[in-house]
């Protein structure tokens, strides 16, 4: 079954806007990391968090995770149409695991 | 950064045939590699785990004679269908890293383009 579940399924903004994606999980994890993928594309990734971080930045990217709620969050900041793409977060399981479970995604969506 | 390389990008071959997937490393040695299945908007399933030598691990309910998974050298793992059905039809990711356990020590993980197989 799936770790993460992501949402929104889908986010239509503005070029210039904000976008904030979340990412819920269900067991214990050892990081968290954030993909992005363009359509019909693999993925690039992003940012990993680790369970003992709460928050982290790179570039226009701001990730925040708690794990009291076994959740977390992507936001894009000054959003670019360049940025349409779909968003997954997945999780690295605790006690050595070397499964990387994937969320449902979000598709994003920035318009000009 | 590093290059995961896949061939073909896109491929349809035609029912009960068998089609081969490449996943190269361009430019670092890859302990282990990755095979995903991937429906259309939906999220990356791990078929299967493999390092450099050894058998791939297959995820439960992935049939291993179905989806041969080798990995002879530290640049290249394959994927083969076998016995291909439309069913089998989806986008088929790959991904490397230097790490035998890049998913615990939190080291990067590169993917490759991926391949869309269409049986017909």
């Known amino acids: 079954s799936q770790q993460g579940e992501e949402d929104p399924q889908a986010l239509s903004i503005q070029e210039g806007e904000n976008a904030t994606m979340n990412c819920s999980y269900k067991?214990?994890?050892?990081?968290l990391q954030w993909y992005r993928q363009n359509s019909g594309r693999g993925l690039v990734h992003l940012i990993l968090?680790?369970?003992?971080?709460r928050e982290k930045h790179s570039g226009r990217l701001r990730v925040t995770l708690d794990t009291s709620k076994k959740s977390s969050s992507l936001l894009i900041t000054a959003s670019r149409a360049a940025d349409t793409a779909s968003y997954f977060c997945?999780?690295?399981?605790?006690?050595?695991?070397?499964?990387?479970?994937f969320g449902t995604g979000t598709q994003l969506k920035v318009e000009l | 950064g590093a290059v995961v390389s896949q061939h073909p990008s896109r491929v349809i071959c035609k029912s009960g045939t068998s089609v081969k997937i490449e996943c190269r490393s361009l430019?670092?040695?890859?302990?282990?590699m990755f095979w995903y299945r991937q429906f259309p908007k939906q999220s990356l399933m791990l078929m299967a785990t493999?390092?450099?030598?050894?058998?791939?691990?297959?995820e439960q309910g992935v049939e291993k004679d179905k989806f041969l998974i080798n990995h002879a050298s530290l640049t290249l793992s394959t994927l083969t269908v076998t016995s291909a059905h439309p069913e089998d039809s989806s986008f088929y990711i790959c991904?490397?890293?230097?790490?035998?356990?890049?998913?615990?020590?939190?080291?990067?993980?590169?993917f490759g383009e991926g391949s869309w197989l269409t049986v017909v």
């Open positions: 991904s490397a890293s230097r790490d035998r356990h890049p998913v615990s020590s939190g080291n990067t993980i590169y």
């Open positions: 067991t214990s994890i050892n990081n």
């Open positions: 968090i680790r369970s003992n971080e």
């Open positions: 997945a999780t690295g399981p605790t006690g050595g695991g070397n499964k990387l479970t």
């Open positions: 430019d670092f040695q890859a302990t282990t």
């Open positions: 493999s390092n450099e030598g050894s058998k791939a691990t297959y």
